[in-house]
């Protein structure tokens, strides 16, 4: 790279601003366009996110930040680390799409958060004797495919140690694959000497967040080693290691000490960066400054930011430091230009991912140059800046004195339920269900048909009694199947939800919503989150209605379904004026509200999905308390309204579970779901090794994959569950919602389960 680096973005998002990515790749797997135009919309738009940096004046422009799927995924190809049971697949794209996805001979590899996001990465499955075979063919193509656009790029890597960490060891009991350091870091070497020979300079931006987790003691014993070994490969590279989301002091003692070029901090979301400025200054590094939100949505203070960066010139000089993102944004939506519904006081005091480029590059300028350097349009955006703050400071729409006033109660309303063991009698009772009770997770297939009649219901072309009938009619049909194949324990299919989070963000007041704020989850997965600017409160019941004419169709019990207060928060884009704790509480009060008309609608389980629950952890083990107290007390809040007899339920998403498990008791619903199909029982023995004593569902097949499991494969999959707990404690269901699915792959797999936990309990 010839020029002087200023700034730039640590990676940008990928699935489109209008979903391009994913509209094009669920026509290829349903086998309606070919894989030459997936290829042609996935250049399309990496060279349209190269123009769009380029155009804000972003310096250093990423490659192989773009993916069909995962960036993990990416690097198991790039490296040649592909799992032994993949390799019978000769065609590359085939064997890309079954890793991430399965296909009728292959489950799909294990997929996990990446850290505290709500995005999903491939889980990598390493072993002891892998030989590598490096393939920088995708990488080189992009990096000539920029540069033929006048594009000086930095090429994104995960780095080993991350990947490392991140990855499951298949030939080991605990799984650990850092004892495979020793194989892994010459295939990194290898892939840097041949990164080293694509220019006479190439910027390599080596991703390593673990380093800012709990394990960063441990790994910091690694990191020297690493990097000097990294380092020395070609005297082409100019290696950044960046790290986000927390402080990497154990990892900045070691990089300091290595030949790297620069260090990437995140001073976003911590402080605890700052006093590491010193000895990066006086080791001669350059700073890569993470200071524009890359994980919020909220307009920076612009001239607190570079009140900052001065700060920090005053350590390191201004000539070796680099203005970034505090991470990607991968996590953000793309831009607010299609946002013409917003209120305009709440538009203003936000930026999505293109104004964030804006942003940074103000930034940048009012660091490096000053305000006299402005052009008449950046001092008109810096001023505009200064008073959208003020005036969000100032707002009377943020406040609810209504809801202070329950706040002021909050503490009264954090007791636990009367103990589980005389709950439990009551509810089996009551609804006198089976040993392996079989049930489903909550929604059922969005065909296009029930996306078109909320999207016609929405646009007006419809009234509002013709779409509450359509929707009936699709409830109806729905535990009409249910009931045909035998379930236990029913649901009405969420059919009038868009979304788990954002149907109920749309009838919250204090919450507003984008119309095209789409963040990619995995893969071709989106979702559009809530932004939440304000005091939270529930204005009128949100599900009862529909809950109650699902009840009314059948004498089985019907599950009311809810999405719960952390939930709501975690996967939401949160007000940063106030601590997430107060606006935690808030959403339980809403939910606590909705769970009683529920039960006294005649709703006598309520299943309130807690998925996120994990993803809220901080990464440092120190800070964690603070976090599972409000947790824990907002779901109480939540539930603790619910009588002896009413059974709730709750489920959680891929997440390791061991060192939360004693939160998840404390929780006390009393059935939980858990994801395990991908892990295998590594979960569930969590469970049964903590002596947890309430009902538990594991996941017995992956709804993330179109195959069809068969009816031996489950039952072989329920007889391993009854090794780990008996039967009484053990519920059957799929491993999450069906939505993604199509009923043609639903169908057959739900009845399948069935028949084979009837095989099952025959032979108990």
């Not at 697949?89 to 996805?101: G, L």
């Not at 204090?510 to 204005?539: H, L, M, T």
């Amino acid at each position: 790279m010839s020029k002087n680096i200023r700034n730039w973005v640590t990676g940008f998002a990928r699935i489109g601003e209008r979903r391009e990515l994913k509209k094009v790749l669920e026509a290829f797997w349903r086998g309606e366009k070919s894989f030459e135009t997936v290829e042609g919309v996935a250049k399309e738009l990496r060279q349209r996110h190269w123009k769009y940096q380029m155009a804000a004046g972003i310096d250093a422009i990423s490659v192989n930040d773009f993916s069909l799927y995962d960036q993990t995924l990416d690097m198991i190809e790039i490296l040649g680390l592909v799992p032994e049971r993949f390799k019978d697949i000769d065609e590359p794209v085939k064997r890309y799409f079954a890793m991430a996805r399965g296909d009728e001979n292959h489950t799909a590899m294990e997929m996990t958060k990446w850290f505290n996001t709500n995005y999903h990465y491939i889980v990598p499955e390493l072993s002891s004797g892998m030989t590598h075979r490096i393939d920088i063919s995708k990488i080189e193509s992009e990096y000539a495919e920029a540069k033929a656009l006048g594009i000086e790029a930095k090429i994104n890597i995960v780095g080993p140690l991350t990947f490392l960490a991140n990855a499951r060891r298949v030939d080991a009991a605990d799984g650990d694959a850092l004892s495979l350091y020793g194989e892994i870091l010459p295939a990194y070497e290898a892939l840097f000497e041949a990164l080293g020979r694509l220019d006479e300079t190439v910027v390599v931006q080596v991703e390593e967040p673990i380093l800012v987790t709990d394990r960063a003691p441990e790994l910091s014993l690694l990191v020297k080693g690493a990097y000097t070994r990294l380092a020395q490969v070609a005297d082409t590279l100019d290696i950044y290691v960046v790290t986000y989301f927390d402080h990497a002091k154990e990892a900045v003692a070691q990089l300091i000490q290595t030949p790297v070029k620069g260090i990437g901090l995140d001073f976003v979301h911590t402080d605890l960066n700052f006093p590491l400025l010193d000895a990066i200054g006086e080791s001669g590094k350059v700073l890569v400054a993470g200071i524009v939100d890359g994980r919020n949505v909220w307009i920076g203070d612009i001239e607190r930011k570079v009140s900052q960066l001065r700060e920090m010139a005053d350590r390191i000089p201004k000539e070796r430091l680099i203005v970034s993102t505090s991470c990607s944004l991968l996590h953000v939506p793309y831009t607010l230009r299609y946002e013409t519904e917003l209120d305009e006081r709440i538009r203003s005091w936000l930026a999505f991912g293109l104004e964030k480029l804006d942003e940074l590059a103000l930034v940048t300028k009012l660091f490096n140059e000053g305000a006299s350097a402005l052009s008449g349009d950046e001092a008109l955006a810096f001023a505009r800046n200064r008073e959208a703050n003020a005036s969000r400071r100032e707002s009377k729409l943020i406040h609810d004195s209504a809801v202070q006033a329950r706040m002021a109660d909050i503490d009264n309303l954090k007791s636990p339920r009367v103990a589980y063991e005389e709950r439990i009698g009551k509810q089996h009772a009551r609804f006198g269900y089976p040993p392996l009770a079989t049930t489903t997770i909550g929604s059922f297939p969005q065909t296009p048909e029930v996306r078109a009649v909320r999207r016609d219901f929405k646009k007006g072309v419809i009234d509002e009694s013709t779409y509450v009938n359509r929707m009936k009619g699709f409830i109806k049909e729905c535990v009409e199947f249910q009931e045909a194949i035998g379930l236990d324990v029913l649901v009405h299919g969420e059919f009038e939800r868009n979304d788990m989070v954002e149907y109920f963000g749309e009838r919250l007041k204090g919450v507003a919503f984008s119309e095209n704020g789409w963040v990619q989850s995995y893969g071709s997965r989106c979702v559009k989150p809530p932004i939440i600017y304000g005091d939270v409160s529930r204005p009128e019941p949100m599900t009862l209605f529909w809950s109650s004419y699902a009840q009314s169709l059948t004498d089985r019990p019907m599950k009311g379904m809810l999405t719960g207060p952390v939930t709501i928060l975690n996967w939401s884009f949160v007000r940063d004026d106030q601590p997430r704790s107060t606006t935690c509480y808030q959403i339980a009060l809403a939910i606590r509200d909705e769970v009683e008309d529920l039960q006294n609608g005649g709703i006598g389980m309520i299943q309130v999905d807690e998925a996120a629950f994990k993803e809220g952890y901080p990464l440092r083990r120190i800070d964690r308390p603070a976090y599972e107290r409000f947790a824990l007390e907002s779901f109480r809040i939540a539930t603790n309204v619910a009588r002896e007899e009413t059974q709730i339920h709750t489920h959680m998403c891929y997440s390791d579970f061991n060192d939360i498990i004693d939160t998840i008791e404390a929780m006390d619903a009393d059935v939980i779901s858990i994801e395990t199909a991908r892990s295998g029982n590594v979960l569930l023995k969590v469970f049964k090794e903590h002596g947890y004593k309430k009902e538990i569902g594991p996941g017995v097949y992956d709804i993330h994959s179109p195959r069809v499991p068969s009816v031996e494969e489950i039952e072989a999959q329920i007889r391993s569950l009854l090794e780990v707990l008996p039967a009484r404690q053990l519920w059957i269901n799929p491993d999450c919602g069906l939505k993604t699915r199509r009923w043609e792959e639903v169908r057959p797999s739900l009845k399948n389960m069935v028949e084979a936990t009837k095989r099952v309990r025959e032979s108990l």
